[in-house]
């Protein structure tokens, strides 16, 4: 597999719609990066959930995810299901996030999501980091949804375990969902192992990047 090195990484953004999606979506790579890195910033924000158990889930499972990391957490209030409604609010919050911070890679919801709120969050973020590296996460879900992701991550079978233990963890109020268990995230990660020539990975969708192939 070819693969085209990203050079020193320090700064992380992550954006999720709903709490447990950040995790879902790119746990294990969360793992791998910051577990290989010390210290590196990441950044996240979730535009649902805040004032709620939820919230407490996300806050503990992020740090999980992220160990030894430089690790900020913003967690909103915007109504589940209802962010087209709430289209200014969102912006405003990932317009203040690039007020902050200038990342190395973003991690958020793929633009085909067919969930509003994943695929709203997704057309927002390129609007306000025009520059920068955007890696759509996938989840698995009862819409049958999942495409054909163009990157990948690929997954230890310790780290693929360690993710599932994770999500299983610290999300007690998702685990009675019939697709929230460890045959489903294992199975997808499986899935794009082979296509990735590994064991497990996580994939991704990249609209653009750009090569620097002179250094």
């Known amino acids: ?12 953004a992550v954006l999720g719609a709903h709490c447990d999606d950040i995790a879902i979506g790119a746990g294990g790579t969360l ?9 590196i910033r990441v950044d996240a924000l979730v535009l649902s959930g805040g004032g709620s158990e ?14 030894e990391a430089d690790l900020s957490v913003t967690v909103l209030k915007l109504p589940d ?10 912006k405003s919050a990932v317009e203040e996030l690039r007020g902050r911070t200038d990342p190395d ?6 633009t085909d999501d067919l969930h509003q709120d994943h695929r709203g969050l997704a057309k927002l973020v390129p609007t306000a980091f025009r520059d920068h590296l955007v890696l759509g996460y996938e989840i698995v879900k009862w819409d049958g949804d999942l495409g054909r992701p ?32 460890r045959e ?14 590994a064991r497990y990975a996580e994939a991704f969708h990249v609209n653009k990047f750009t090569m620097d192939l002179e250094g």
């Open 81 to 90: 299901g209802r962010l087209p409604a709430h289209w200014d609010e969102a």
């Open 150 to 181: 163009n990157a990948y991550q690929p997954l230890t079978p310790v780290r693929a375990g360690q993710k599932v233990e994770l999500l299983q963890e610290h999300y007690g109020s998702q685990r009675h969902r019939p697709w929230y268990d």
């Open 105 to 110: 890679v973003i991690f958020a919801p793929r």
């Open 184 to 197: 489903a995230f294992l199975g997808l990660a499986r899935i794009r192992g082979i296509e990735c020539n």
């Open 54 to 67: 939820r919230e407490d889930e996300e806050r503990a499972a992020l740090a999980a995810f992220c160990p």
């Open 31 to 39: 793992l791998t990066l910051c577990s290989a890195r010390p210290g």
């Open 1 to 12: 597999m070819i693969g085209l090195g990203a050079g020193p990484l320090r700064t992380v």
